[in-house]
């Protein structure tokens, strides 16, 4: 019987491990509750309209049709027995290794108010950006039928709490889609009005990145509309708005927002937790496994830990960031430990991160990088984002597909995937509201536009041909 290898989770990580094993005497068994790949780094484009979830997703099955040494399950990891060298799906079926990958990726953290997952919604998952997609669409056409300055004020007010990499870049791209997607397709509003506004706790935004690549996509942002609130803590999301405070105690302030998207910080899924206890593994804050420089978990060599979930640091002691580049690395190198132990050969040197730089895209032709020790930004650093974007996708079909939507867009300013589906717990019930008399909708008339004020049971209605949207 060949040599046993589980991997929990098709992730950047998951991914490059199997595909490393290919030509490996063993059989390759990875589990994932998805049954695609996921690229992560676009989601924002799917959460924007500029992109479908197909267009970012690859089935697992299909990436893995002709390494005939890899057998694709869906299902949900919840346990691990160390001592028979068994994994345990949530469905009770149980699955043995001989080494075991655990690459399951990172969830969003609210940091103890998870009940502000149902008003502001993150950004980890085709479902998510499906829902900010429906969010952010929404709010617009909510705003056309409303009449009311102050409730249309609150419609057409975006926040993000989260001023990192996708905090900016979905910034950027609303305020895109304000600015110039949308600028002649409504009557009763101007989209470009929209507030935007990008909020951390930390004092700049992209705070991972050199000061100068931050002052230069600050700038970029405040062209496209956005507000910087930069050291604010967040202490309140419900349906109507955010509550935040000054981190210098100047003060609570608030926020009316329909809007909301969480771009804050990550944490482990449950399944982590569970496998350090039953390792009897060290973790940090956030509960992320504590590895070897091998990438194994102490006292259990048959167990690798890689991507989100591991704690790991380059030689300078500096932990590791939780960036894709990061787990294909890992996932790569584990995969190589496991070939090398198969057949008796000395083990590779420690892991070693080989740091390609950091790159944030604000918007068309708008990007900043760090990398290799040059600082850009600019359509430069936007045209190194896009080739490396698009080298990573998995399928060869999808890279062509991205590039001449991009193409197009970058062009006309158009955004192809601007479909409302699905619904949101903050949308509009128009018809209840209307029954309870408490907003004010605007309709039109030919061939004169006409606004109904609904207060209380009483309408009163009034024509004008002067309150139309300029033309």
Known sequence: MQTQVVIVGGGFGGLRAARALKSAPVDVTLIDRRNYHLFQPLLYQVATGSLSPGEIAAPLRSVFSRQKNVRVLLGEVVDVDPASRRVVLADGAEFPYDALIVAAGAQSSYYGHDEWRQWAPSLKSIEEATTIRHKILYAFEVAERL???????????????????????????????????????????????????????????????????????????????????????????????????????????????????????????????????????????????????????????????????????????KPLPGVAQVAMQQGTYAAKVVVRRLRGEKAPPPFKYFDKGSLAVIGRASAVADTFGLHLSGLPAWLIWALIHLMYIVQFQSRLVVFLKWAIQDLTFNRGSRLITGEASSDFKFDREVAQGTVALTSTRSPQKATAQITGNAIAETASSSNARRA
């Not at 300055?149 to 926040?159: D, G, K, N, S």
């Not at 929209?194 to 405040?222: C, H, N, T, Y």
Request: aromatic content about 6%.
């Open 147 to 317: 009449s009311d300055p102050i409730q249309r004020r609150a419609w057409l007010t975006f926040v993000i709490v989260g001023a990192g990499a996708t905090g900016v870049e979905l910034a950027g791209a609303i305020g895109e889609i304000a600015r110039q997607t949308l600028r002649n397709d409504f009557r009763s509003i101007r989209p470009e009005e929209a507030r935007i506004i990008l909020m951390d706790g930390a004092p700049r935004v992209l705070p991972s990145f050199p000061e100068d690549l931050s002052r230069k996509a600050q700038l970029a942002l405040a062209r496209l509309g956005v507000q910087i609130e930069s050291g604010v803590f967040v202490e309140e999301i419900d349906k109507e708005g955010v509550a935040f405070a000054a981190q210098n105690g100047a003060g609570r302030d608030r926020l009316d927002a329909r809007t909301v998207i969480w771009a804050g910080g990550v944490t482990v899924p449950a399944f982590a937790r569970t496998l350090a206890k039953r390792l009897n593994a060290a973790v940090d804050k956030a509960g992320r496994i504590m590895v070897k420089a091998d990438l194994t978990v102490p006292d259990h060599p048959d167990v690798f830990v890689v991507g989100d979930l591991a704690v790991s640091s380059d030689p300078h002691g």
